[in-house]
Each structure stands twice: as structure tokens, then as C-alpha cells.
């Protein structure tokens, strides 16, 4: 289980393929949930993007899992977080 601001959430290790900007690739989740305690978020997973030594698990990063398979060139990605619907990843 993982512990937030915002409450618990607990689950298991899984894995699936992610599509994401016309790159494919089987990444692990951290957590596919089973329950959550406090909080108000309607997500079935996480999909971590930090350091791979800061993750439970030592579980891979996506990000880290495109650069080691050649699908990026760098270790280098950036967010666009905006109130509108074209919020981007690149």
C-alpha cells in the first residue's frame, strides 16, 4: 500500500502494454489497485514517472523502459499541464 496526501491506496504489481504518442511498449504499473481510503481519485493505477531507486519495488520507470528498449533517444521528457483538454507529454 501506498500512502498520500489524499489517503491509501493498496493493490499489486501488474503489467500491460502503453500506447502513448505512437510509441508501444509492456511497462509494470506500481500499483493496480484493489482499494483506496480517503480519497476522492477515480484511477484504477499509477504509473510512476520518477527515479527508479525512489520506486516501491525498484519497479521501472515507463519513461526509463522507452529510453531502454530505443524508442526515445534521450532521458529526457517534459509535462504541459494546462485547465484545458490539451495537456501534453513530450
Do not use: H
Not at 489497485?33 to 476522492?40: D, E, F, P, R, V
Request: aromatic fraction near 10%; charged fraction near 10%.
Amino acid at each position: 500500500s501506498l500512502s498520500y496526501n489524499s489517503g491509501v491506496i493498496s493493490g499489486i504489481v501488474g503489467q500491460d502494454t502503453v500506447e502513448l504518442g505512437g510509441l508501444s511498449t509492456s511497462a509494470q504499473f506500481g500499483v493496480v489497485t484493489s482499494s483506496s481510503q480517503g480519497s476522492a481519485a477515480k484511477f484504477d493505477g499509477i504509473c510512476g514517472m520518477g527515479y527508479q531507486s525512489l520506486a516501491d519495488d525498484y519497479i521501472q520507470p515507463l519513461f526509463q523502459t522507452l529510453y531502454s528498449k530505443g524508442l526515445v533517444s534521450q532521458q529526457v521528457f517534459a509535462f504541459d499541464l494546462s485547465s484545458s483538454e490539451s495537456s501534453t507529454l513530450t
